[in-house]
């Protein structure tokens, strides 16, 4: 079915959100002018946009589209007012331009790590970072509106056939080796995303990860094993496992979608 899509930020999970909805009729954001004649070369719609720019081109294209939100704040910020104050204001201007739906991608980061239990949809948020606690005041904003307007997707550490973390840890040395593991697969993402575009907003607050939790220290041994890559060293691998274990099991039932990947590692 054909839906009209504004994807607000298309990087790496842009990409397949778009290729798996080659019917659709996607608008999308960019910040570079290279970026967007690539897109525009892939027959999607594409417009540069920052946060801070003049949003009155990019909340038009929304009306009765569906709204993926997905800037992260970047990775250095320590100072996120800016970026918390603009991106609810961009919600605002798509919700005043009719937009169907804005899904909000957060992350499950917001439950913190200081606690060792199951966390669920329901567990109470408890975020230590910066960017942690701009994506909840970010959440809190969005449920002010009517819940057939949102969608919140909390999404764990991201993984794909291009993008893996043993990449970046490969021949470098961590401590806390039992520390949990929390991942979910992009094809996942995407199959959920298009059940939540095909349904429209329930204002529900869902997450996504695997259904397994191994140590970071065994599982990375064995992914870089597995890669023929140096392998990274933790400390305390041998320790009991520690960290939250995201438990995506009602959302997974609530979207009727079963994980293609539902262990981290079928992701290897």
Not at 180 to 199: K, S
Not at 226 to 238: A, H, I, M, Q, Y
Request: net charge neutral; glycine share 8%; aromatic share 6%.
């Amino acid at each position: 079915m054909q839906h009209n899509l504004v994807l607000c930020g298309h990087g790496w999970l842009g990409g397949y959100l778009a290729a798996a909805c080659p019917e659709s009729h996607i608008t999308s954001t960019t910040r570079t002018s290279e970026k967007r004649q690539k897109l525009a070369d892939a027959g999607i719609n594409a417009m540069c946009f920052s946060l801070g720019d003049d949003p009155s081109q990019l909340v038009k294209a929304s009306k009765d589209a569906t709204v993926i939100l997905n800037i992260p704040p970047g990775r250095r910020s320590q100072n996120l007012g800016d970026f918390r104050q603009q991106m609810c204001a961009l919600i605002d201007g798509f919700m005043q331009h009719d937009a169907r739906q804005v899904v909000f991608i957060s992350t499950t980061s917001v439950y913190g790590d200081e606690t060792n239990s199951v966390v669920t949809e329901t567990s109470p948020v408890d975020p230590q970072t910066e960017s942690a606690k701009a994506h909840v005041a970010i959440e809190n904003h969005l449920q002010r509106y009517p819940a057939n307007r949102f969608t919140i997707l909390r999404l764990a550490g991201l993984t794909g056939p291009d993008r893996h973390p043993v990449n970046m840890l490969s021949g470098k040395h961590f401590g806390s080796g039992n520390k949990v593991v929390n991942l979910i697969h992009i094809h996942d993402v995407t199959a959920a995303l298009q059940q939540i575009i095909a349904r429209g907003g329930k204002g529900e607050i869902l997450h996504l990860c695997s259904l397994n939790h191994p140590k970071r220290g065994d599982y990375y041994s064995r992914c870089a094993h597995k890669r023929g890559l140096p392998p990274p060293t933790f400390d305390d691998t041998t320790a009991g496992p520690t960290g939250k274990k995201v438990d995506a099991t009602w959302s997974w039932e609530r979207l009727g979608v079963a994980p293609g990947y539902p262990t981290v590692e079928e992701m290897i």
